[in-house]
């Protein structure tokens, strides 16, 4: 196969993906092997490819290319969120524009509308994820709102229901104004924003008393239906049965006595609104109070306030201001700091609301699912998300799963009168009906809510849902539980815990065996990424530009597990230069001139020998990477190898010198290791590996279904020489250096008769890989030492060099002291060490043992740098 002088990602990605895809490499069927399954994280219908995505899917994509070499059945499936605020909101917004609100449509029509719109933009994101070299299963693309998805929903909203899970309550709610429709308490993110304390003086009815209130919220004035305050109070024992006139409305409350009241806070008197605040509607079931709501649903005021009908919220903030200081009521008003909460999806801020919703009964679910994460069961990586996960679950709440949208999953409830029918069908609803009412009913008749189902509620049986789980029992025996999860530690409650909640009530399973949370993916300084920051890159034009291999290397380079990711594209600029090292040792191996009558030389031998050891080192390492679900670390020990001892010594080695050949056996020999060194890194960087691995050589597979390298025994002792050799050449280049000779100069390299490394086996070949990487014309031994010689260390042995000019002695005898000055405190702190009796007698004797050499080693270099101190003194 041809190569270019450059690798050209483009051309090179978009070949390979559709071969890839014309293989169907990436298509999985239950089968006698072992399965590895991941279900994607669905994402929004509505959304694009952005850096979380990334990060996501290429972590997903290394595990199930890595399982797919490994041998396994590897099924990753794609597919897309419905997303109901979201997608509802830029349907409504596309109606705006073309002059037409949804109401006037009706529901029908508009979910037409809306599946014409998801037909049409939806699901880009899993077009560019493709960019990137995911490897998903694309016949298995699932959508949560497609029949086999809906149908599951809709049996498991039945099954809660008859089995005493899930149920209906008047109950006070978060409220989206903006969306209107309620949310979850995970949907709203709490932070301390500025606010203003308004203190509001209340007449005393039939005095001339006041009593003043603090509150950040004088919109709501006109809902209060008591003013509250602490039975310990002295202050206000004697209002006991008083009223006071709530200002701008003159409407009397009573004054009542409740341990709720804070007797520090503000004035110790609080205003009561059960309509719009949690706590406050406690207070008022507790003592019967009227509760008033003055709010619309998109948060104006409506005609219970009495005053700024038809006004924003926040505009009747303004007013209500105003009109307390005209009627002499407003105190004074103070800066102060309060948590908010605001809607995750539209930012808006969540008014409290009392509404009619559908509840999951959560305690009655929870068991199983916190034992399976405390018991390990479900593995989580890394392991402190259990503790985040343990205190939720320990304090969970009712989950409000309906929505007040009409796309989504309509609920499967149906009423007649005051009658609730829970069923599947209509036909089913009738049939409930008429045994209930004991007489024919007309579908007519029945109502059906016009509420849907929280997005969450489809997203909570994604793992069984994808292999149509509820029905196609084969499939989900095979694939579920699933291998691994790859998420955002962010929706640990809204989707992770609720999966393994839903997997026990109806597979009595896990629906996963791991949990990979990764961080957040933040600008080099630190700061999350965002629109408003303008410090979110172009997830596509990374791609364009730095590849989708340098892209990935960038992303894994600088994700550690579970770590937030502090991105820079000098990272993905350090991919590229990667894929040019790669590349242009495959194009230094390519034009070497082969001799076929050549013996491989011993030379040869012992560096193949060598690069092989090192690979299995790596390959050992990386599986053990993998496990603990260490990429990035995986990788860097990948480009250390490949970079390093691959490139930047083994090419070295055995490249014959100017005008020379070499031998094909040990060309052939390093193409094996080329190939199997692309299978290793393939799953972190696909386009490039697959590309490499056939310019290489004649191949009986593709690269992506290859079988991972093993590991081998290791030569230790072969590893320690090489290590030591290649210290040798690098002290001995670093003496060329201070002396500045040229590289076409070569110089005599002498050694001591007592020198280990040259009474070993492969002596010769240690000799001509010295000569050849050092500059160094002849090796031979010297007894004593020379005065005319230069004399350097390497480890702890001596070495001569014959140069054509001395060093320069007041410099060279400055670097000898502080070696020594550096040494002897080195050996002073191991001394200490091997002088405590508790750690000689409770360290593993290894421990032990490797201290004592240290000590050993270092006295021994001390001995010899004060012998070529005394040459230079």
Same mark, same amino acid.
């Given at each position: 196969?041809?190569?270019?002088?450059?690798?050209?990602?483009?051309?090179?990605?978009?070949?390979?993906?559709?071969?890839?895809?014309?293989?169907?490499?990436?298509?999985?069927?239950?089968?006698?092997?072992?399965?590895?399954?991941?279900?994607?994280?669905?994402?929004?219908?509505?959304?694009?490819?952005?850096?979380?995505?990334?990060?996501?899917?290429?972590?997903?994509?290394?595990?199930?290319?890595?399982?797919?070499?490994?041998?396994?059945?590897?099924?990753?499936?794609?597919?897309?969120?419905?997303?109901?605020?979201?997608?509802?909101?830029?349907?409504?917004?596309?109606?705006?524009?073309?002059?037409?609100?949804?109401?006037?449509?009706?529901?029908?029509?508009?979910?037409?509308?809306?599946?014409?719109?998801?037909?049409?933009?939806?699901?880009?994101?899993?077009?560019?994820?493709?960019?990137?070299?995911?490897?998903?299963?694309?016949?298995?693309?699932?959508?949560?709102?497609?029949?086999?998805?809906?149908?599951?929903?809709?049996?498991?909203?039945?099954? =809660?229901?008859?089995?005493?899970?899930?149920?209906?309550?008047?109950?006070?709610?978060?409220?989206?104004?903006?969306?209107?429709?309620?949310?979850?308490?995970?949907?709203?993110?709490?932070?301390?924003?500025?606010?203003?304390?308004?203190?509001?003086?209340?007449?005393?009815?039939?005095?001339?008393?006041?009593?003043?209130? $603090?509150?950040?919220?004088?919109?709501?004035?006109?809902?209060?239906?008591?003013?509250?305050?602490?039975?310990?109070?002295?202050?206000?024992?004697?209002? !006991?049965?008083?009223?006071?006139?709530?200002?701008?409305?003159?409407?009397?409350?009573?004054?009542?006595?409740?341990?709720? &009241?804070?007797?520090?806070?503000?004035?110790?008197?609080?205003?009561?609104?059960?309509?719009?605040?949690?706590?406050? +509607?406690?207070?008022?079931?507790?003592?019967?109070?009227?509760?008033?709501?003055?709010?619309?649903?998109?948060?104006?005021?409506?005609?219970?306030?009495?005053?700024?009908?038809?006004?924003?919220?926040?505009?009747?903030?303004?007013?209500?201001?105003?009109?307390?200081?005209?009627?002499?009521?407003?105190?004074?008003?103070?800066?102060?700091?309060?948590?908010?909460?605001?809607?995750?999806?539209?930012?808006?801020? &969540?008014?409290?609301?009392?509404?009619?919703?559908?509840?999951?009964?959560?305690?009655?679910?929870? !068991?199983?699912?916190?034992?399976? &994460?405390?018991?390990?069961?479900?593995?989580?990586?890394?392991?402190?998300?259990?503790?985040?996960?343990?205190?939720?679950?320990?304090?969970?709440?009712?989950?409000?799963?309906?929505?007040?949208?009409?796309?989504?999953?309509?609920?499967?409830?149906?009423?007649?009168?005051?009658?609730?029918?829970?069923?599947?069908?209509?036909?089913?609803?009738?049939?409930?009906?008429?045994?209930?009412?004991?007489?024919?009913?007309?579908?007519?008749?029945?109502?059906?809510?016009?509420?849907?189902?929280?997005?969450?509620?489809?997203?909570?049986?994604?793992?069984?849902?994808?292999?149509?789980?509820?029905?196609?029992?084969?499939?989900?025996?095979?694939? +579920?539980?699933?291998?691994?999860?790859?998420?955002?530690?962010?929706?640990?409650?809204?989707?992770?815990?609720?999966?393994?909640?839903?997997?026990?009530?109806?597979?009595?399973?896990?629906?996963?065996?791991?949990?990979?949370?990764?961080?957040?993916?933040?600008?080099? !300084?630190?700061?999350?990424?965002?629109?408003?920051?303008?410090?979110?890159?172009?997830?596509?034009?990374?791609?364009?530009?730095?590849?989708?291999?340098?892209?990935?290397?960038?992303?894994?380079?600088?994700?550690?597990?579970?770590?937030?990711?502090?991105?820079?594209?000098?990272?993905?600029?350090?991919?590229?230069?990667?894929?040019?090292?790669?590349?242009?040792?495959?194009?230094?191996?390519?034009?070497?001139?082969?001799?076929?009558?050549?013996?491989?030389?011993?030379?040869?031998?012992? $560096?193949?020998?060598?690069?092989?050891?090192?690979?299995?080192?790596?390959?050992?390492?990386?599986?053990?990477?993998?496990?603990?679900?260490?990429?990035?670390?995986?990788?860097?020990?990948?480009?250390?190898?490949?970079?390093?001892?691959?490139?930047?010594?083994?090419?070295?080695?055995?490249?014959?010198?100017?005008?020379?050949?070499?031998?094909?056996?040990?060309?052939?020999?390093?193409?094996?290791?080329?190939?199997?060194?692309?299978?290793?890194?393939?799953?972190?960087?696909?386009?490039?590996?697959?590309?490499?691995?056939?310019?290489?050589?004649?191949?009986?597979?593709?690269?992506?279904?290859?079988?991972?390298?093993?590991?081998?025994?290791?030569?230790?002792?072969?590893?320690?020489?090489?290590?030591?050799?290649?210290? =040798?050449?690098?002290?001995?280049?670093? &003496?060329?250096?201070?002396?500045?000779?040229? !590289?076409?100069?070569?110089?005599?390299?002498?050694?001591?008769?007592?020198?280990?490394?040259?009474?070993?086996?492969?002596?010769?070949?240690?000799?001509?890989?010295?000569?050849?990487?050092?500059?160094?014309?002849?090796?031979?031994?010297?007894?004593?030492?020379?005065?005319?010689?230069?004399?350097? =260390?390497?480890?702890?042995?001596?070495?001569?060099?014959?140069?054509?000019?001395?060093?320069?002695?007041?410099?060279?005898?400055?670097?000898?002291?502080?070696?020594?000055?550096?040494?002897?405190?080195?050996?002073?702190?191991?001394?200490?060490?091997?002088?405590?009796?508790?750690?000689?007698?409770?360290?593993?004797?290894?421990?032990?043992?490797?201290?004592?050499?240290?000590?050993?080693?270092?006295?021994?270099?001390?001995?010899?740098?004060?012998?070529?101190?005394?040459?230079?003194?």
């Amino acid at each position: 196969m041809d190569m270019n002088n450059e690798f050209s990602h483009k051309e090179i990605e978009e070949k390979w993906y559709n071969h890839w895809l014309e293989k169907e490499y990436f298509k999985s069927t239950p089968d006698e092997r072992e399965p590895f399954s991941i279900v994607i994280p669905p994402p929004n219908v509505t959304g694009v490819l952005h850096m979380g995505h990334m990060l996501n899917n290429t972590i997903q994509d290394i595990l199930i290319r890595k399982a797919r070499l490994d041998g396994k059945n590897a099924c990753w499936v794609p597919g897309t969120d419905h997303a109901s605020i979201a997608t509802e909101a830029k349907v409504v917004k596309m109606l705006r524009e073309q002059g037409v609100t949804k109401s006037e449509l009706g529901r029908d029509k508009f979910l037409e509308k809306a599946f014409e719109w998801k037909d049409k933009y939806g699901g880009i994101i899993l077009k560019q994820l493709r960019k990137l070299g995911a490897s998903c299963d694309w016949d298995r693309t699932a959508f949560t709102m497609d029949e086999t998805r809906s149908d599951a929903v809709i049996k498991a909203f039945v099954d =809660l229901y008859n089995e005493g899970k899930l149920y209906r309550g008047l109950r006070m709610v978060n409220w989206d104004p903006q969306a209107q429709t309620v949310l979850s308490n995970e949907e709203v993110i709490y932070s301390s924003e500025n606010s203003k304390l308004h203190k509001v003086q209340y007449k005393i009815a039939g005095s001339d008393e006041v009593i003043t209130i $603090a509150t950040t919220r004088p919109e709501t004035i006109m809902g209060d239906t008591a003013i509250a305050v602490h039975p310990d109070d002295p202050r206000y024992s004697h209002l !006991k049965g008083a009223r006071a006139i709530v200002p701008m409305v003159d409407r009397e409350i009573p004054i009542i006595f409740d341990d709720y &009241v804070d007797l520090e806070f503000g004035t110790g008197a609080l205003k009561v609104t059960p309509a719009h605040d949690v706590n406050d +509607y406690e207070i008022g079931k507790r003592h019967q109070l009227e509760t008033i709501d003055i709010f619309n649903a998109d948060g104006t005021l409506n005609e219970n306030a009495k005053v700024f009908i038809g006004e924003d919220r926040f505009v009747a903030r303004k007013m209500a201001v105003k009109l307390l200081e005209e009627l002499g009521a407003l105190v004074e008003v103070e800066d102060y700091q309060n948590n908010v909460g605001r809607s995750e999806r539209t930012n808006a801020i &969540v008014e409290p609301r009392l509404s009619l919703q559908w509840y999951v009964d959560m305690k009655k679910l929870v !068991k199983p699912a916190l034992d399976a &994460v405390e018991q390990d069961i479900v593995e989580f990586f890394p392991k402190n998300q259990k503790n985040l996960y343990r205190h939720w679950m320990e304090n969970i709440r009712d989950w409000c799963i309906s929505r007040q949208l009409w796309w989504g999953h309509r609920i499967p409830a149906y009423y007649i009168d005051e009658e609730v029918f829970v069923a599947s069908s209509i036909e089913d609803a009738i049939a409930l009906a008429e045994e209930k009412l004991g007489r024919s009913v007309d579908a007519s008749e029945l109502k059906q809510d016009e509420d849907v189902l929280d997005t969450w509620f489809s997203s909570w049986l994604w793992p069984i849902s994808v292999f149509d789980g509820f029905s196609n029992q084969e499939e989900l025996d095979y694939y +579920y539980p699933t291998s691994v999860l790859v998420t955002g530690w962010d929706i640990i409650f809204l989707w992770v815990a609720r999966m393994i909640m839903a997997g026990y009530e109806w597979k009595n399973e896990k629906p996963f065996q791991h949990v990979y949370f990764t961080g957040m993916v933040r600008d080099k !300084k630190g700061r999350k990424m965002s629109k408003s920051l303008g410090n979110s890159p172009d997830a596509l034009q990374l791609i364009e530009e730095f590849s989708a291999d340098g892209v990935r290397f960038g992303m894994m380079n600088s994700s550690p597990a579970g770590g937030d990711l502090l991105f820079d594209d000098k990272l993905c600029a350090q991919g590229k230069n990667f894929i040019n090292k790669i590349w242009n040792a495959l194009k230094l191996i390519k034009n070497f001139s082969v001799d076929e009558n050549l013996e491989m030389s011993a030379k040869n031998k012992v $560096a193949l020998s060598w690069i092989r050891n090192e690979m299995s080192k790596t390959i050992e390492q990386v599986e053990k990477d993998f496990k603990s679900y260490r990429l990035s670390e995986a990788l860097t020990t990948m480009y250390s190898f490949i970079w390093t001892d691959f490139c930047s010594w083994f090419l070295e080695m055995i490249k014959p010198e100017y005008g020379q050949s070499i031998d094909s056996k040990t060309v052939g020999e390093t193409l094996n290791v080329f190939s199997e060194m692309m299978v290793m890194l393939h799953p972190f960087m696909p386009f490039l590996t697959e590309e490499v691995y056939h310019i290489l050589k004649k191949q009986e597979t593709d690269c992506c279904v290859a079988s991972y390298p093993t590991t081998k025994d290791l030569d230790s002792d072969l590893l320690n020489e090489i290590t030591e050799l290649k210290a =040798l050449i690098t002290s001995t280049r670093d &003496v060329r250096n201070k002396a500045q000779l040229k !590289k076409s100069v070569y110089v005599d390299l002498f050694y001591r008769e007592d020198n280990a490394l040259f009474l070993k086996e492969n002596k010769e070949a240690y000799i001509a890989i010295v000569r050849h990487l050092a500059g160094i014309e002849n090796m031979s031994i010297v007894n004593d030492d020379q005065n005319n010689l230069t004399a350097f =260390l390497s480890g702890t042995s001596k070495y001569f060099i014959d140069l054509p000019q001395e060093l320069d002695a007041e410099t060279e005898l400055k670097k000898i002291e502080e070696e020594i000055t550096y040494l002897n405190g080195f050996m002073n702190s191991i001394q200490k060490k091997l002088s405590n009796e508790r750690f000689v007698n409770n360290a593993p004797a290894a421990v032990v043992d490797k201290e004592r050499k240290k000590l050993s080693d270092a006295e021994a270099r001390i001995k010899i740098l004060e012998e070529n101190k005394a040459k230079y003194a």
